[in-house]
């Protein structure tokens, strides 16, 4: 399989590809906003430090980057509840009716899977990480670099999951290699669904802001 792979060959390819570099983007500009932070807070006293002598401004452009990331980050609570609940058990269900209905079910899975979940978890890595970049009036920074870490959490742990997935599907069903994906879809169950929650947060504090301006 890995030795046949070529970037955008195919449909499903195509988001796996793109989903990956949006994370790999979200990363270099995570590194960059750390960075910046940190040369901001290295330099001499009194000059500007991050968060004073600014003022957070409200943009279409940041508002509508929060939406973006809050909706994105939504699907993917939703898609990785799906997967916890529905999807992977059915490898189980499937096993048990032999080799053929097992690879079956896991091919089709898999041809799938980024076709349905790529884009939006790649968009919402992006989103996020963009929004170090982008102010936000009555957000903590560092409420959104809670989220950023979280993403690249996700990223983490995917690989370990998809390895044993990858085992199933050219060996067969094991157990223990179904213990393995169960394992690491609770870490990615549990970082998508915090995700959500803080997401939640950043968007109640936003709308707050907008109504104490308008009061």
Not at 78 to 88: E, K, R, S
Not at 108 to 124: F, Q
Request: proline fraction near 4%; charge should be positive; glycine fraction near 6%.
């Amino acid at each position: 399989m890995l030795g046949t792979y070529h970037l955008f060959d195919t449909l499903s390819h195509a988001f796996f590809d793109a989903m990956t570099l949006m994370v790999a983007a979200s990363l270099l500009l995570a590194i960059a906003a750390a960075a910046r932070t940190i040369w901001l807070f290295a330099r001499p006293t009194g000059a500007t430090k991050p968060g004073v002598g600014q003022s957070p401004v409200s943009s279409s452009w940041a508002d509508s980057l929060l939406l973006l990331a809050v909706a994105m980050s939504w699907y993917t609570v939703a898609a990785g509840w799906t997967a916890q609940l529905v999807c992977y058990p059915i490898y189980v269900d499937m096993s048990a009716h032999g080799p053929q209905a097992f690879h079956a079910y896991s091919h089709g899975y898999l041809s799938r899977w980024a076709t349905a979940w790529g884009l939006p978890t790649g968009a919402m890595c992006l989103s996020w990480a963009t929004l170090l970049w982008v102010p936000l009036r009555n957000v903590s920074r560092r409420l959104v670099w809670v989220i950023v870490g979280l993403c690249l959490a996700f990223a983490v742990v995917t690989p370990p999951a998809a390895i044993a997935q990858g085992h199933m599907f050219s060996e067969g069903f094991s157990q223990n290699q179904y213990a393995r994906l169960m394992l690491w879809e609770d870490f990615r169950t549990a970082i998508f669904t915090l995700i959500g929650v803080l997401a939640l947060v950043v968007m109640r504090r936003r709308l707050m802001s907008t109504e104490s301006r308008s009061a």
